[in-house]
């Protein structure tokens, strides 16, 4: 079973489905083609387990969660991880990921749970507590930008260059390419979330996209009521 698509989550599924399945002939294209695909709120029950699975969009599209209902243990992938954050990167060009990350940790509050099973790291309690350390981190972050655009149109990828990044580098100049890359799709996906939520104005010029604040900083958005 699977949480999502990302390939360090799927690597070893080619394996695993070739000798389940003694099919040597098969393509890797057909090995590696989902089964089943769940869906928000399926039920999946084994002799010692029963789980519920929760759609979790955010960190991937078709994110899911498993919740185990008489353990009250949660299979989180990379919705909810321990120490690190999980990255948040538009999906295609209409996505909003962060609108749908929030959302998906919102869903998540609302159940029981008392241990967390990530996709990466230690297994951990305190799922509530974490949540709320993933918005403000979020939130944090939209601040940020909201002042870094406060009095001067940016693009992406300066807005990206001059936000505070949790990485081994003391300049943007020391970045490797994908650690660019990733930067400026976590920004990408704020300022998505920033203008769907109109605290940005979008301004294209040339050819180009610029992004400018409307206010300083997120004090009465959705996402603050966990907070007060
Ligand atoms: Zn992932």
């Known amino acids: 079973m699977l949480t999502h698509h990302h390939i360090d989550h799927v690597g070893l599924l080619y394996n695993i489905k070739k000798n389940v399945d003694c099919s040597f002939s098969k393509s890797y294209r057909l090995l590696t083609r989902p089964d089943i695909i769940l869906t928000d709120g399926d039920k999946i029950s084994t002799e010692n387990y029963s789980f519920k699975i ?14 185990e209902t008489n353990f009250k243990f949660l299979i989180a992938g990379d919705h909810i991880l321990p120490k690190i954050t ?3 990167i538009p999906y295609k060009e209409d996505s909003n990921p962060l609108y749908d990350y929030f959302e998906s940790l919102d869903k998540i509050d609302d159940y029981d749970v008392k241990k967390v099973l990530p ?7 305190g799922c509530h507590r974490r949540i ?10 939209c601040n940020e930008i909201l002042q870094i655009i406060w009095e001067e149109e940016l693009n992406a990828y300066q807005i990206a260059s001059l936000l505070h ?9 020391q970045f490797d390419p994908f650690q660019k890359w990733m930067a400026i799709g976590e920004t990408i996906s704020h300022l998505k ?3 769907s939520e109109r605290f940005i104005d979008r301004v294209e010029k040339d050819e180009k996209i610029f992004y400018l604040a409307k206010l300083r900083n997120i004090s009465s958005l959705r996402i603050n009521r966990q907070r007060s």
């Open 119 to 125: 996709g990466h790291q230690n297994v951990f309690t």
């Open 86 to 88: 999980p990255n948040i």
């Open 132 to 141: 709320q350390e993933l918005r403000d981190h979020h939130l944090d972050r």
């Open 54 to 67: 929760i759609l979790t969009p955010g960190h991937s599209p078709g994110h899911i969660c498993l919740y």
């Open 193 to 195: 979330f920033l203008e």
């Open 165 to 173: 990044w949790n990485v081994d580098c003391t300049s943007w100049n």
